[in-house]
């Protein structure tokens, strides 16, 4: 009976409580309904036109993250940041280097770096990487990826990459020094590629860079005959670009030089390869040979 008495004790103490013989303005007796909802969670994604000093196209756990200022020190830029969508973002874990998903995500990440810088980016000494979300941001909900942009020694022996001080956006809107010109092609007694230093186009050189070619999903180059296309359309990158037949003419007044994107980069989705033409002999030229036609390109002796 004791017990009895106390419950019911409490439990008239609780209805005077909650109900009382009057209220103060403004409260209307609920404990919950004034609350403001709870915010939607959001997982952290990297913020675009962010300049690091991690390693091109490496994520790093976001307590490690730090954005610096472009105009200090710094390897590489951010130049778009996508998501993952669809069956690609029910993936237990990050894709591997060579996935479909990776291919589709470069290619986004080449057609925005081309707005980014102001041109085709392969035509400047620059290199493009797609960073993804560690394993554990993955788990948590993670699906970005980011597209980052760094400067590079050269493009030609797959230079390291330069410590820039300026942002890339832009950067080849005009004739700067990061966009790829005049050489000095040298070959070694094996007739293969020693070294090509650019130089200025107004001193002697005698080789030029002339274009991309964008191929389509075809496999890399690893035997002779796999190269054949890769030469055939780089040389039609020259024809149009010294403004002369693709012919025999041509042939004779000029080589090429073809290099494709790395066999990682390649497998990654990134299909560019640039095109360059290197005068037959030992002929230089002192100026460029862009719309000379063939009375332009000197003889080779």
């Given at each position: 009976m004791r017990r009895w008495w106390s419950v019911l004790a409490?439990?008239?103490?609780?209805?005077?409580?909650?109900?009382?013989?009057?209220?103060?303005?403004?409260?209307?007796?609920?404990?919950?309904?004034?609350?403001a909802p709870l915010a939607e969670p959001t997982v952290w994604a990297p913020p675009l036109g962010a300049c690091h000093d991690t390693d091109l196209g490496k994520a790093v756990p976001l307590d490690q993250f730090g954005a610096v200022d472009c105009a200090a020190g710094h390897r590489a830029e951010t130049v778009h940041v996508g998501t993952f969508a669809g069956a690609a973002a029910q993936r237990p874990a990050p894709p591997a280097n060579d996935a479909p998903e990776i291919r589709a995500a470069f290619g986004e990440c080449d057609g925005k770096a081309r707005e980014y810088v102001g041109d085709e980016w392969r035509g400047g000494r620059l290199r493009?990487?797609?960073?993804?979300?560690s394993a554990v941001a993955w788990t948590g909900g993670a699906r970005w990826y980011r597209c980052d942009m760094a400067e590079v020694a050269n493009v030609e022996f797959?230079?390291?990459?330069?410590?820039?001080?300026?942002s890339v956006r832009g950067v080849l809107k005009s004739a700067t020094p990061v966009r790829l010109a005049c050489y000095s092609i040298e070959r070694s007694g094996n007739l293969r590629l020693a070294a090509m230093p650019a130089v200025d186009c107004a001193k002697p050189h005698n080789g030029e860079f002339v274009g991309v070619w964008n191929a389509p999903e075809i496999a890399y180059p690893t035997r002779d005959v796999d190269w054949v296309r890769f030469y055939d359309e780089c040389?039609?990158?020259?024809?149009?670009?010294?403004?002369?037949?693709?012919?025999?003419?041509?042939?004779?007044?000029?080589?090429?030089?073809?290099?494709?994107?790395?066999?990682?980069?390649?497998?990654?989705?990134?299909?560019?390869?640039?095109c360059y033409l290197r005068l037959s002999g030992e002929k230089t030229v002192t100026r460029s040979v862009k719309g000379v036609g063939l009375a332009g390109l000197p003889l080779p002796r």
């Open positions: 409490v439990t008239g103490l609780t209805g005077l409580l909650l109900t009382g013989c009057g209220q103060p303005a403004g409260i209307d007796g609920a404990l919950f309904d004034d609350w493009l990487g797609v960073a993804l979300p797959n230079g390291d990459v330069v410590s820039r001080t300026a040389w039609k990158l020259v024809s149009v670009y010294v403004g002369a037949p693709d012919d025999v003419n041509l042939r004779y007044r000029s080589g090429i030089l073809v290099l494709p994107a790395s066999q990682p980069e390649w497998q990654a989705g990134n299909r560019g390869v640039r």
